[in-house]
């Protein structure tokens, strides 16, 4: 199976709130996690990205925390911004293969 | 620099009739795909361009679409007999290297949004 499950489908957080998105995938062969952030009528972006060997990485306000025994991922938004609303995929991606986006967690955080 | 751009960004057409949308991937990147995202939903894969040749259209959903590259450059995907079910935002992005890349960063254009009557 190259599923990767993503929840919660939707999320509202107050500002200033942490905000968490997990994702849990089924194919041990992806080599690489990336998160996209999509805002409203515009195409998706990468947001931040993670690789297997690596357990924890911080970019700012994002952090991606990776269990590989539990095969999941989850991303923490941490002091979280109105500007942060938007909706976010995580992805887990092998090489020569494919990538596979979960179906979205559209997040709003309340002003 | 000049990101992903796609055309038209919207487009009304009626059941029945064809439709061609275009995707001018970023210069350089060899590596094209084209994604489906219908209301509130996620994004669902369609076909992946390595150059002007497809190793992957397994996200076709049925053999009234159909997508061509022009060497490393344009897309088109075309979709013959439109029916109401076909309405969704089309997304194309484009990167480096694709899929042979280790970690390939995907670029996302802002996508075209078919509306079959």
């Known amino acids: 199976q190259q599923q990767v499950k993503q929840s919660p489908q939707s999320l509202i957080v107050q500002k200033g709130g942490i905000s968490i998105i997990n994702c849990a995938y089924e194919n041990t062969a992806f080599d690489y996690f990336p998160w996209y952030q999509q805002f409203p009528g515009k195409g998706p972006a990468l947001l931040i990205a993670?690789?297997?060997?690596?357990s924890e990485k911080k970019e700012g306000r994002f952090t991606i925390s990776f269990n590989k025994s539990a095969k999941q991922f989850s991303l923490h938004i941490m002091d979280s911004q109105p500007g942060d609303s938007a909706t976010y995929f995580c992805a887990g991606y092998k090489r020569d293969d494919k990538i596979i986006f979960g179906k979205g967690t559209r997040l709003h955080i309340l002003p | 620099g000049a990101g992903v751009s796609q055309s038209p960004s919207n487009k009304v057409t009626e059941k029945g009739k064809d439709v061609e949308l275009r995707c001018d991937p970023i210069?350089?990147?060899?590596?094209l795909y084209w994604y489906r995202q219908r209301l509130g939903q996620g994004l669902e894969f369609l076909i992946y361009f390595q150059g002007n040749s497809a190793p992957d259209k397994s996200g076709l959903p049925s053999d009234r679409f159909s997508a061509e590259r022009t060497g490393e450059s344009v897309s088109t995907l075309t979709i013959q007999r439109t029916q109401q079910e076909d309405s969704a935002v089309y997304l194309c992005?484009?990167?480096?290297?694709?899929?042979?890349?280790?970690?390939?960063?995907?670029?996302f254009g802002p996508g075209t949004r078919l509306t079959v009557l």
């Open positions: 992005a484009s990167s480096l290297v694709g899929l042979a890349g280790w970690a390939d960063t995907q670029y």
């Open positions: 210069s350089g990147h060899t590596a």
């Open positions: 993670i690789r297997p060997d690596v």
